[in-house]
């Protein structure tokens, strides 16, 4: 057969013309040459179709593309691919439509002119108006929190803000952190997320958690809500020494409100719980722990010697260990010295 249009011979793809006079004639996709792309100038967020996304500009423009392409019915096997440069005012782009015609693997390319239209997204327009629907309140009992405690929660916050935006929760971010004399605030966009992170506050250091809430008005027809999670945290804190009955205890960990201590004389490991350590009388943190000098060992005592005034102590061993560091832990409270209780690395 010959081609209508070249007069080669050959086969014949369709109304008389071989395969590639077919394709002068005819485009087999179709697409617009400008695309105007709302982007955020504060999170990059893209908008696409009324909604807002963190996808990559990649992605978005792939979904552009499938939407607002016409591709002929004929083309089998579609694979869209994007070469994307930056270009004055947004992004040049080369679009590749591929498929099969027949079992012939064509690809028609395209440019398009992406316009990135800066604006702010509802999100970021939420989080600069001071938008916020929980607030976490972070208080102590009978004490204020160390700088240490408020840097960890801080991190504690943050990382669990992160993880939930990186599992989609786009909606989700700290306003605003308030923090003085002694008293942590988070404002939180949401309140769902603002109860797990109390849960997870008092599940670390303990304490008790006290929601209330207060109408803020009207949203999409419903009353809205603010709430206020309040965590008091305990008056003591893992790394503590305390009295009761008599015996001297350390704060090994705090799981919620189960506490976890080790009898000092002994090293033995107890559980008591936050009633009991309420009661208790807390001696201080880890300002107690002073370091002796390691004279001589036997198997059942220590002699050590305070580097300050050079007097000698000796000291009982609660269990079975030999010291191989010359320098020992050792807590001095009420006129008694003990060891303090280390893990194996350090013996
Ligand atoms: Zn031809
Ligand atoms: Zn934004």
Same mark, same amino acid.
């Given at each position: 057969?010959?081609c209508v249009e070249c007069g080669k011979e050959g086969p014949i793809f369709k109304d008389g013309a071989c395969l590639s006079c077919y394709l002068k004639t005819h485009r087999l996709s179709k697409g617009?040459?400008?695309?105007?792309?709302?982007?955020?100038?504060?999170?990059?967020?893209?908008?696409?179709?009324?909604?807002?996304?963190?996808?990559?500009?990649?992605?978005?423009?792939?979904?552009?593309?499938?939407?607002?392409?016409?591709?002929?019915?004929?083309?089998?096997?579609?694979?869209?691919?994007?070469?994307?440069?930056?270009?004055?005012?947004?992004?040049?782009?080369?679009?590749?439509?591929?498929?099969?015609?027949?079992?012939?693997?064509?690809?028609?390319?395209?440019?398009?002119?992406?316009?990135?239209?800066?604006?702010?997204?509802?999100?970021?327009?939420?989080?600069?108006?001071?938008?916020?629907?929980?607030?976490?309140?972070?208080?102590?009992?009978?004490?204020?929190?160390?700088?240490?405690?408020?840097?960890?929660?801080?991190?504690?916050?943050?990382?669990?803000?992160?993880?939930?935006?990186?599992?989609?929760?786009?909606?989700?971010?700290?306003?605003?952190?308030?923090?003085?004399?002694?008293? @942590?605030?988070?404002?939180?966009?949401? /309140?769902?997320?603002? !109860? $797990?992170?109390?849960? #997870?506050?008092?599940? %670390?250091?303990?304490g008790t958690i006290k929601q209330s809430s207060k109408n803020i008005g009207m949203k999409d027809g419903m009353q809205l809500y603010r709430m206020t999670y309040l965590i008091r945290l305990p008056p003591y804190a893992r790394g503590d020494?305390?009295?009761?009955?008599?015996?001297?205890?350390?704060?090994?960990?705090?799981?919620?409100?189960?506490?976890?201590?080790?009898?000092?004389?002994?090293?033995?490991?107890?559980?008591?719980?936050?009633?009991?350590?309420?009661?208790?009388?807390? @001696?201080?943190?880890?300002?107690?722990? /002073?370091?002796?000098? !390691? $004279?001589?060992?036997? #198997?059942?005592?220590? %002699?050590?010697?305070?580097?300050?005034?050079?007097?000698?102590?000796?000291?009982?061993?609660?269990?079975?260990?030999?010291?191989?560091?010359?320098?020992?832990?050792?807590?001095?409270?009420?006129?008694?010295?003990?060891?303090?209780?280390?893990?194996?690395?350090?013996?």
């Amino acid at each position: 057969m010959f081609c209508v249009e070249c007069g080669k011979e050959g086969p014949i793809f369709k109304d008389g013309a071989c395969l590639s006079c077919y394709l002068k004639t005819h485009r087999l996709s179709k697409g617009p040459e400008v695309i105007d792309l709302p982007v955020c100038t504060h999170c990059d967020s893209y908008k696409y179709k009324n909604t807002w996304s963190n996808d990559l500009f990649g992605e978005v423009i792939r979904r552009i593309i499938k939407n607002n392409f016409q591709i002929s019915r004929e083309l089998k096997k579609i694979d869209i691919n994007t070469e994307c440069k930056e270009a004055k005012d947004g992004k040049s782009c080369k679009v590749y439509v591929s498929g099969f015609l027949d079992d012939v693997e064509i690809t028609e390319e395209h440019a398009i002119q992406v316009r990135l239209k800066k604006t702010v997204c509802d999100v970021c327009s939420k989080r600069f108006g001071g938008y916020h629907e929980a607030i976490v309140q972070i208080r102590t009992d009978k004490r204020k929190p160390t700088k240490n405690e408020i840097d960890d929660i801080r991190t504690v916050v943050e990382n669990l803000v992160k993880d939930l935006q990186s599992k989609g929760n786009r909606g989700l971010f700290i306003t605003d952190i308030g923090e003085a004399r002694g008293r @942590l605030d988070f404002y939180m966009s949401e /309140k769902g997320p603002g !109860l $797990v992170i109390a849960k #997870k506050i008092q599940g %670390q250091y303990g304490g008790t958690i006290k929601q209330s809430s207060k109408n803020i008005g009207m949203k999409d027809g419903m009353q809205l809500y603010r709430m206020t999670y309040l965590i008091r945290l305990p008056p003591y804190a893992r790394g503590d020494f305390l009295k009761h009955d008599n015996s001297i205890f350390y704060i090994s960990s705090i799981h919620g409100n189960k506490v976890k201590l080790i009898e000092l004389k002994s090293w033995n490991e107890t559980m008591m719980d936050f009633r009991t350590i309420h009661k208790a009388n807390i @001696l201080g943190g880890k300002e107690l722990i /002073k370091e002796m000098i !390691l $004279v001589s060992q036997t #198997k059942g005592e220590v %002699q050590l010697m305070d580097p300050k005034n050079y007097e000698i102590k000796v000291v009982k061993k609660p269990k079975s260990v030999s010291y191989k560091s010359e320098k020992i832990q050792v807590i001095k409270t009420e006129n008694q010295l003990f060891i303090f209780p280390k893990t194996k690395t350090d013996i």
